[in-house]
């Protein structure tokens, strides 16, 4: 009796292949072929050979306009204002940005409803409008006072010196980072399995340390594309402040070329120098990236 509850097999209703038909090692195997793909390489190839052969012969470009400031110091001096602007928007956004995610992920309604109102109203407004607000601040406020709340104040400052151009600027673009930065710390938070908060609070780990070891370095995975994403439309959103006539790179472009009339060399000037910075930062991106995604890609 067999061991396995297969019906047993007769002989006679087995079909074997003709031996007198070709062997497997005389078929002829043949590659799918794909003449379309080579058909949209070919053409692809030739837009971007006219592509290159005009932006290297048409004098239009004036490329020894673009080498002669390319270096220069004023344009060295708006790179250096241009990641100043980012540097302190970033860290200033995003710390506010993590308080204003745990403020929306609180038990607490009431910090729940004003975590949503501010990301609601920052994401609302336009950056640029934020911008003029923070710039006239002392057009509605002579002085800021500090003491207490509705009574007699101990400290004053004049706003007309307390903000400027900088500070305004620097204001406005990490208030408007915090509301993005928020949704972005939120989504990472929420996208960890909570049965592991629950496995940690079993064990008797304190909150502090389960988001610090557990939450934290797995939602990192999750934050730092969206974050890297943000940071870079930042650096290149820092434009914007020109029309506070604050010496960024494209400002101080806008003020060369106004002078010499040499347009398209000097806005080629801020593009390769966009391009270099984002460039970096993409490379930083990754190499942390792969930092987090440690044991969790093979």
Known sequence: ????????????TVRTPPHDGPGFAELTV??????????????????????????????????????????TETILKAVWVTLQLTFYGTVLG?????????????????????????????????????LLFWFNLAYLYKELQFGIPFGPGFLSFDTMNLVGAMSAAVLGLALHQAAYAAEIVRGGVLAVDSGQLEAAAALGIPRLRQLRRIVLPQAMRSILPNAANEIISLFKGTSIVSVMAIGELFYQVQVVYGRNGRVVPLLMVA????????????VLQYYVERHYAKGAVR
């Open 1 to 12: 009796m067999p061991l396995t509850s297969d019906p047993p097999i007769d002989k006679e």
């Open 30 to 71: 043949v590659p799918l072929r794909h003449p379309w793909r080579w058909v949209a390489v070919a053409a692809t190839a030739v837009l971007l050979a006219q592509f290159l052969n005009g932006l290297i012969t048409n004098p239009g470009w004036e490329w020894d306009v673009f080498a002669q400031f390319f270096t």
């Open 94 to 130: 995003f710390a506010l940005g993590i308080v204003l995610a745990f403020m929306r992920l609180s038990a607490s309604p009431f910090l729940r409803a004003v975590a949503y109102a501010y990301i609601w109203a920052f994401r609302s407004i336009p950056l640029i409008v934020q």
């Open 271 to 282: 593009t390769v120098w966009y391009i270099l910075l984002t460039t970096v930062l993409s």
